[in-house]
């Protein structure tokens, strides 16, 4: 006969939000069981954020040191790979052994099982044969995989997703990124960087897509400058892989390279985690939650199959909201008006609330105001590598900025600036009667600011 098991909570999916709920309610004195069939931390640590940041790190120092003959003298540079592999194996990932991040979880109170959870009824949670009674309730953090796409003979080819990127111990010789969005444009430049040939294909009609169209024109301006080929608008005909190479048909041209990495968004897991048990469709796109991370009866979801924004950071603010309820506090409840985000290619694309169009849109009385990083006085200062651009959206009826984007050096940093003013809804009048230190980046945010029209 199946085991029952009582308890308090059950989180299927360890990912970032998974590990701090679960974490968060074993430390408060409940009962609780995570669950994952993975590695406990999710995507971030082992395959994304967190190596694709450290390959981001290294590809950068080569980027700056390549400027130094504009600036100050001469620098050879010689890449070599090797450091950024065996810091991701030993000092990110444990070659990807997540004893630590378990004992970690095991030292707060969480009772861990490695294995697919699957949904068997409301609080109800089946593991390997053993069922799990949740009292209190059930966290679903069950994230993501690469999505790939239905290109013919693409399934067929030993293609990389992120997760074999950032295992590579080597650098390929030349590559072909499939997609140009965050994750692609990222890893795209840091193997460039390091003397990969790079062609990035991207079906849309431009990179970055979901970003402001300024902040695409100056990403795509910079990459192609740097040498990476970008071809936007593209239909993959076809891709196919022999004696080592890879070929990517995309009618008018065709594209050869050593490795394909494919890099075309994210697909929700959803389909085998026993969601009509529950009433709900399991062919979603995305799972629906109140502003309690309410998804049902005694279930609750977090992370990106929320659909609010595939960030960590997302993740682990709904973790702290399905905190709260589970604990009967008193909110805050989730609230997305001033959600950030930022794509780590240098120049860095940070961007907070909505975009023009978003705005417009929404129907708002938009005004925008945009200022040039190269025109400013640190900019001008900064020279080699100072491309960007601050771009505010306003609406003209409340006086407050409801979005902003900031591309430039460190412009994930400019950004923290942007995203207090659109959460605490500071009134642009305000904003413009601040101090902005002579000579920063930030100080262009005063002319965006200034243009607002
Ligand atoms: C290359 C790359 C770079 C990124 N860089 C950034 C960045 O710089 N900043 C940022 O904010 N975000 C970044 N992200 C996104 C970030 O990784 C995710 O948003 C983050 O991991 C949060 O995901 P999550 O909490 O939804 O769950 P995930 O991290 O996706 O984890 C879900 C977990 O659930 C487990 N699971 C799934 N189904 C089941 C089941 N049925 N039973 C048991 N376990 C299950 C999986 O094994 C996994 O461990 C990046 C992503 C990639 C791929």
Redesign the pocket.
């Known amino acids: 006969m199946e085991a029952t098991t009582e308890v308090d909570v059950v989180v299927?999916?360890?990912?970032?939000?998974?590990e701090h709920a679960a974490t968060k309610l074993a430390e408060a004195g409940l009962q609780v069981v995570g669950?994952?069939?993975?590695?406990?931390?999710?995507?971030?640590p082992y395959?994304?954020?967190v190596?694709?940041?450290m390959m981001i790190r290294a590809a950068d120092a080569l980027g700056e040191a390549r400027r130094v003959s504009d600036l100050a003298g001469s620098a050879e540079v010689a890449p070599d790979w090797s450091p950024v592999a065996t810091r991701i194996r030993e000092e990110a990932t444990d070659d990807w052994d997540d004893t630590v991040a378990v004992e970690r979880l095991e030292k707060a109170g969480v009772r861990f099982v490695r294995?697919?959870?699957?949904l068997v009824g409301p609080g109800r949670v089946e593991?390997d044969g053993t069922t799990y009674s949740a009292s209190r309730g059930v966290i679903l953090?069950?994230?993501?995989e690469?999505s790939v796409p239905p290109v013919p003979g693409l399934a067929e080819t030993p293609y990389w997703t992120?997760r074999d990127?950032?295992r590579a111990e080597s650098v390929p010789g030349s590559m072909v990124v499939i997609g140009g969005g965050?994750?692609g444009l990222?890893?795209a430049q840091a193997f460039s960087r390091f003397g990969a040939a790079v062609s990035v294909v991207e079906v849309a009609d431009r990179i970055l897509a979901p970003e402001e169209p300024e902040a695409s024109a100056v990403v795509a301006d910079v990459l192609a400058r740097e040498g990476l080929q970008v071809l936007t608008g593209v239909e993959i005909g076809s891709v196919s892989h022999a004696d080592g190479t890879f070929t990517v048909d995309l009618g008018d041209q065709v594209l050869t390279a050593d490795k394909l990495l494919v890099?075309a968004g994210?697909r929700n897991?959803l389909a085998?985690?026993g969601l009509d048990a529950v009433g709900l469709d399991p062919s979603m796109k995305a799972i629906e939650t109140d502003e309690r991370m309410r998804a049902g009866d005694r279930l609750w979801a977090?992370?990106?199959?929320t659909g609010h924004?595939?960030?960590?950071?997302?993740?682990m603010y709904q973790a702290q909201v399905a905190v709260r309820d589970l604990l009967e506090e008193d909110g805050p409840w989730a609230d997305y008006r001033a959600v950030s985000?930022?794509t780590?290619t240098d120049p860095e694309v940070g961007s907070v609330g909505m975009t023009e169009h978003q705005a417009r849109e929404a129907g708002l009385e938009v005004q925008t105001g945009q200022a040039e990083i190269p025109s400013s006085s640190r900019g001008w200062i900064h020279r080699s590598g100072n491309e960007g651009i601050i771009k505010v959206v306003a609406d003209a009826d409340r006086g407050v900025l409801v979005g902003a984007t900031a591309v430039g050096p460190a412009g994930g940093e400019i950004l923290g600036l942007l995203a207090a003013a659109v959460h605490a809804e500071v009134p642009v009048a305000t904003l413009l009667t601040m101090h902005f230190a002579y000579p920063t980046f930030h100080r262009a945010i005063e002319n965006a600011l200034q243009d607002l029209a």
Request: glycine share 20%.
């Open positions: 299927i999916g360890l990912g970032p939000g998974g669950i994952d069939r993975r590695l406990v931390g999710g995507e971030c395959y994304g954020c190596p694709s940041k294995g697919h959870g699957t593991v953090n069950t994230g993501t690469p992120n990127a950032v965050a994750i990222e890893l890099a994210r897991n085998d985690i977090v992370g990106d199959i924004g595939a960030f960590t950071h997302v993740s985000r930022v780590f």
